[in-house]
């Protein structure tokens, strides 16, 4: 019954490990096809190769043959997500499970024996830094300038929230309140953009000016689509309320391309910065009627 048992979880955990490393291999050899870098495709087309002959290790127990249309649907999609985001982030984002699947594979080892043991420790070597050190190689210059683009869009969310939520105190007029955001905002973006600047003087392997058009672009991007609302809506709050959720939004994808990156956990992250935008929100809007009422200029613009 014990080997029974054992050759089961065997079984059960190459299948798992077999149709993961296999829609591994064709994401690569996808992502391979697509690179225009040459040493990037180079990296690529080694991580492709590597997981085919995990792949093949797995499956002489599993036995497994692979949803090929799913499989390429989900490499065309990755592929996708290159094009918006980059191959490192596709890269990372894929091996986020790498950790669980590790303890899977030792899980198993106890249950091989000779050579097949020596492969499966191979493998396990692999995951745990060949793949990694290969990653690490892509050197993409959105890695490199995407503390940047985080700073940049952050502050965009946060201060873009607090200038719309500022005027429902002070106006009824979508339009008015969509200027000032912008006004607000593009003088910010300017602000921002010559801070980035001179901190990455202070950087080594950085350009000062991407850094500063990354950040300035990101931020009047931002400030666009969150001011956006209040030109196509004729209620103040309801453009509001879109502005928030178009806010939400970018934060969603903010954070989560973010904790891929960083290797940090998306949800706590992605909390956190809706309640920064919430409270900015609630405080803002708080002291723009106070303000309003004080000064007898609520509802000034009609």
């Known amino acids: 019954m014990v080997e029974v048992a054992s050759s089961q979880k065997l079984v059960e955990v190459a299948r798992e490990a077999a149709l993961d490393e296999y829609r591994e291999y064709v994401t690569y050899s996808v992502l391979a096809r697509v690179e225009r870098s040459a040493s990037r495709r180079v990296v690529l087309e080694r991580l492709a190769a590597q997981e085919l002959e995990h792949f093949r290790f797995w499956n002489r127990f ?74 690490s190689q892509l050197d993409e210059a959105i890695v490199k300038y995407m503390g940047a683009l985080v700073l940049g869009l952050a502050d965009a969310i946060i201060e873009i929230t607090g200038a719309h939520a500022g005027t429902l105190g002070t106006t009824n007029s979508t339009v008015v309140a969509g200027v000032i955001g912008l006004i607000v905002g593009v003088g910010a973006a300017i602000s921002m953009a010559s801070a980035s600047y001179l901190q990455t003087k202070h950087e080594v392997g950085k350009s000062p000016a991407v850094a500063a058009v990354v950040t300035g672009v990101g931020y009047t991007a931002a400030v666009a689509l969150m001011s956006l609302p209040y030109f196509l809506l004729h209620d103040v709050y309801l453009a509001f309320a879109a502005s928030i959720a178009v806010g939400i939004a970018l934060s969603f994808v903010l954070t989560f391309q973010a904790a891929v990156y960083g290797e940090r956990d998306f949800k706590f992250e992605f909390v956190q910065t809706v309640g920064l935008l919430l409270g900015t929100a609630f405080l803002t809007y708080l002291l723009g009627e106070w303000l309003g009422r004080l000064f007898g200029i609520e509802r000034l613009f009609h």
Request: zero cysteines.
């Open 62 to 135: 599993a036995g497994v043959k692979p949803p090929e249309g799913r499989t390429r649907l989900y490499a065309y999609f990755m592929a996708f997500l290159r094009l918006l985001l980059g191959v490192t982030f596709v890269a990372k984002l894929m091996e986020r499970g790498e950790r669980e699947a590790i303890a899977r594979y030792r899980s198993v080892e106890g249950l091989l024996s000779g050579g097949d043991r020596e492969a499966l420790r191979r493998i396990i070597a692999d995951e745990e830094e060949h793949e990694g050190a290969l990653i």
